[in-house]
Each structure stands twice: as structure tokens, then as C-alpha cells.
């Protein structure tokens, strides 16, 4: 009996040997893969696509988990924690940025290798509107070409929120009841489904910032501190995309974050620059063009967000331009839209034209280029562009981004109406009135429509 109870504490013992030596190759595992996403931790080596050795401090609190280093260096807005384990996918892989990156990101933005962002692009960043308010649903839209990337996010976001969160229908009321939690869970999502989207439903790329530099300037390359600490991070999956960029949301909301521009890398990235190569035509060669001294997006910036594809144009298919070259232009209905109303003085009007895939996508809400300012016009109702009887008398809600605009504009927008009563609603308001830039984009879509602004002063 007494060797029998002996043998059970021989086996005993050698089960919790077992158990420790699981644990200690369980949390060397993650060591091993904290230690290859740099990403605010204090690593000894890491090694970029180049080749080139990366050497930072090791500070390890007795775990062997590397430990964040201190605040000192950046403000705490702008530091990003260690990614969750619950996230990290073994497919995944991460790394730095190298000086040859750097430069074709600085080529492919600017046509340059010297040029950097303006102020109101580095201040630029996803903030919404107080949650539980007529705009909880809303982006916070700065001045500058950064507002057009903002805006078609935006459109997103209204996608997100009115079609396809599970258990909510398109209910105009449901936007003003969003909360924070769910805010931040738009935001994530919208964000992960575009990139995902750039990259072909394949990889998606997120940029985000460390705290060691990774690049040196050079003759031909301007440091802007900021490109320069880039670490890079692929996933291989849309959902594995969603919970990594929730995890790491204030990298892209915070303030001095940098987030509009961190999120056009990633944009880049994603798409790879052969796919932005094959995309591009003569006529634009690369994605931003200087404008007052800032920078504005061109049309491939924005398409790339709308659809996928960085298309240089808005018409349909492709066309020949001047030099008998090939200028290509949207190849497929998106689920957001594109209107377009002002005379664009960059290139010929038979090209300024925006085609029946942007002008009809999937679902009712358009990104709307007004005199070169950006804006959304949207429907809860999912079938009013699949039904025509719809299309007699709708509602379309207008968002102008513009501080001084406290909730959305809410049009009532009749298609069939007699011209007596096309007079009689457009003196509603002082001369002029049917000259609102608002209406006439409307009217690119829906040619005779009248515009009811529902006791809303019209925007002009």
C-alpha cells in the first residue's frame, strides 16, 4: 500500500513538471512573437525586409516579456500599447520601415522624395462628434485636403452603422443613439474593410508608430520624424484587420496622432505599390497635388477608399485621352457612391464626368465633391436605388462636415414634380435659392428633382 501511494507521488510530481515546463515554452512563444512586433516594446534585434539590423535597449521586468519604455520620448496620445495575444496571428508578420520604402511612399504621395505633409495634414486625425447627440454618428471634419479622406471615411462609417451592424436597420433615429463603445467599433470596422478592400481582399497593411527610428534622412530623402519610425504589421484576415486596429484605435483618433495620414500609409501599403502602379495612368503619376500651401487628394485617393482601386477618373471603363494614351476610370459598382458639381479646371470635361458606377452604387450614400469641398448625402432607405416607385419622393440627409453645422440637413426630394410646383417651392426662399450647390449635385443624379430643405436654411 505504502508503494503504491509512493508511485502516485512520483506521478504527481512528474504531472507538474509537465505543466511547468508547458507553461515556460508557452510564455517563451509569446515572447518570441512580442519581441518580433516592435510596436512600443524594448526588443534587442530586429530585422527589416533589407536585411539591415534594428538595435534597441532590453528592459524586462523578471517575466521575460519585454515591458513598454517610458513616456518620455513622445506624448502619450501619440504611443501605442503592445498588441493583445489574442490578436496576434502566427501568419502575421511585422517590420520596419526601410529607406527604400520611405522613398517610394514619399514618390508615390508627392512625385518627390523631399516634399513633406503641411500643418493641417500632421494635425488631422477620426474624431466623432459626443456620442448620444444629433451628429453621435458623425466625424469631427478639419480644414485642409486631409477633410476628403475624412469624408469618405465618413461615408463608411454611415454605411456601418445604418446597413450592416448586425440586429439595427437603416432607422435615421438609431445614428443619434450611438454610443462611444459604438463609435469606436464603427470606426475600427470601416477602417479594417477599406484597407482590406485595397489589398484585394488578401493582406491588409497597418502602419503605426514606434518609438525607435527605423530611417536616417539623407541628400534625397526629408525626415519628418514621423514616417521615419514606422513599423509595419500584415494580416492576413478582415476580422484579424478589425480587432488588431480596435486594439491599437487611439493610434489613428488621438490627437497628435498623425491618424489621417497613418491610415493613407496603410492605405498604401495595403495596395502595394505594383497595384498602384498598374492603376495609375499618364495622367496622374502620383496621389496628392499642392494647393494653397497644403496638399489635396486626387481622384485616385479617394476612389482607392471608395471602391478599392486608386482609378484616376470618374467615368466608367477607360477612355483615350490627348496623347492617345489609355486614362482609366471605375470598374465597378461600390457600396458608396460619387457626385460631383463645379467646373474641375484639371482636366477636360468629357473626363470630369462622373459614370453611372459611381453615381449609382449599392447603397444610397454618396461622397460629394462641391466646389472642391466634401460633404455626404445619404438615405436610410436601403431600396432606393433598386426600386424606381422609391425614387417618386424620398428623404436624403446632407452632412457638411462644417462646424457651424449642428445636425444633418434632412431634403425631401421629389423627381416627379409639375413645373408650377418646381417655381413655387424654389421661391420659398430668397432669389437665387435654386442656384444651391447642394441641389444642383442632387440634380446630377436626379435631373428634374425639387428640393424641399424641410425649414433648413440651404447651404450655398
Known sequence: MAMETSDQEQSSQELDLEEITRKISFLDK?????SSHRLGTNNTTSQNHEGNHVSASE???????????????????????????????????????????????????FGNTVQVFSSDWTKAY?????????????????????????????????????????GKD???????????QEQQRALAAVLAGILW???????ATVCLV??????????DYTGDGFTERLQLFELLEKEATEKFIYDHLQCFKGERSHGVILFLYSLIFSRTFERLQKDLDVSTTHLLQPNAGGFLCRQAVLNMILTGRASPHVFNGCQKGKPQEMLYGVVTHSDIGYLQWGKDT?????????????KTPKLPIWLCNINGNYSVLFSTNRQLLSDWKVERLFDLY?????PAQNKPAHLIIDTHSHHWEKVRHEDEYRPGRRFSPVEMVIRTKWREATVNWNGTVPFF
Open 59 to 109: 528592459t524586462e521586468d523578471g517575466t521575460g516579456i519585454p515591458q513598454p519604455k517610458g513616456q518620455g520620448h513622445l506624448p502619450s496620445s501619440s504611443l501605442c500599447s503592445i498588441p493583445k495575444p489574442s490578436i496576434i496571428s502566427s501568419k502575421s508578420g511585422s517590420f520596419p520601415i526601410s529607406l527604400a520604402m520611405a522613398m517610394k511612399l514619399r514618390q508615390s504621395l
Open 170 to 180: 437603416g432607422n435615421f433615429h438609431r445614428l443619434r443613439s450611438v454610443s462611444q
Open 398 to 402: 446632407f452632412y457638411s462636415g462644417q
Open 30 to 34: 509569446w515572447r518570441q512573437i512580442f
Open 346 to 358: 484639371s482636366e477636360d470635361d468629357r473626363f470630369s464626368q462622373v459614370g453611372s458606377m459611381l
Open 197 to 203: 478592400a485595397a489589398g484585394a481582399a488578401q493582406k
Open 210 to 219: 514606434t518609438e525607435d527610428t527605423h530611417v536616417a534622412p539623407t541628400p
Open 126 to 166: 477620426f474624431r466623432f462628434h459626443d456620442p448620444f447627440s444629433d451628429l453621435a454618428f458623425a466625424l469631427e471634419v478639419g480644414k485642409g485636403g486631409a477633410s476628403s479622406i475624412q469624408m469618405a471615411v465618413q461615408g463608411s462609417i454611415i454605411k456601418y452603422l445604418l446597413f450592416t451592424r448586425k
